[in-house]
């Protein structure tokens, strides 16, 4: 069955201007969480929903929001964008919360992001 | 500051070398994952551990769980240059999932 897919892969912007990234996750999968990698930061938790819900969120500022469909696709906006939003944004899908497959996360190949 | 710590950042061997990587934390985890990731593609699970003391082979790859739940090893046998990438830990903390920045190994041929 076909992965995780992201879009766009690659987006330039620049400072003040906002973007929207996709997620499409694996048929059957419910639950979507998204992270921000960066060189120095490593992979940071962003939010993660599950049935048109946020359930957790992580520590950014409401520049950072996301939303998820009735067909399980995500997305999330970065408004007034900064130079440090740069980063390589990841989506990544499993089962639903509490399942056997929970813990189970399969990325997609990221929507990289550079702010000019 | 991370709240999985790994060790080291940056490592460079060669082809047939024995590696250990280390993932530390001052918290228990229920259960602690390590990923692979390869440029340009996202990171791909390759074991979760549950239980404290817990070894798991993946063919040259070992794991460890440590037995207080709160560090975990990954051990490469005769790395090969297919090795190569960014290993990250992984563990659940309440209800999120937290990295460390991890480790990028280079297996020269």
């Known amino acids: 069955k076909a992965g995780v897919t992201q879009t766009p892969r690659y987006l330039i912007k620049t400072r003040g201007q906002q973007v929207t990234l996709s997620c499409s996750p694996i048929s059957g999968h419910r639950s979507v969480s998204w992270y921000q990698q960066t060189p120095g930061q490593g992979l940071q938790f962003l939010f993660e929903y599950f049935s048109e819900t946020q359930r957790n969120k992580g520590n950014f500022p409401g520049r950072f929001s996301g939303r998820q469909f009735s067909n399980s696709r995500s997305e999330m906006n970065v408004s007034t964008l900064e130079l440090g939003d740069s980063a390589l944004y990841l989506c990544a899908s499993s089962l639903e919360p509490g399942s056997a497959g929970a813990n189970v996360l399969t990325f997609g190949a990221g929507s990289r992001l550079t702010v000019l | 500051t991370q709240l999985l710590e790994q060790s080291p950042q940056f490592l460079s061997i060669q082809e047939g070398e024995n590696l250990t990587v280390y993932c530390n934390s001052s918290s228990v985890f229920s259960s602690l994952q390590w990923y692979r990731q390869e440029p340009g593609e996202g990171p791909v699970l390759l074991v979760t551990?549950?239980?404290?003391?817990e070894v798991k082979k993946l063919k040259r790859l070992t794991f460890q769980f440590g037995d207080a739940r709160k560090d975990s090893s990954l051990h490469i046998t005769a790395a090969q240059p297919g090795d190569t990438g960014l290993y990250l830990c992984a563990g659940r903390y309440g209800n999120k999932l937290v990295f460390g920045a991890g480790t990028i190994l280079r297996v020269k041929s």
């Open positions: 551990v549950v239980t404290g003391g």
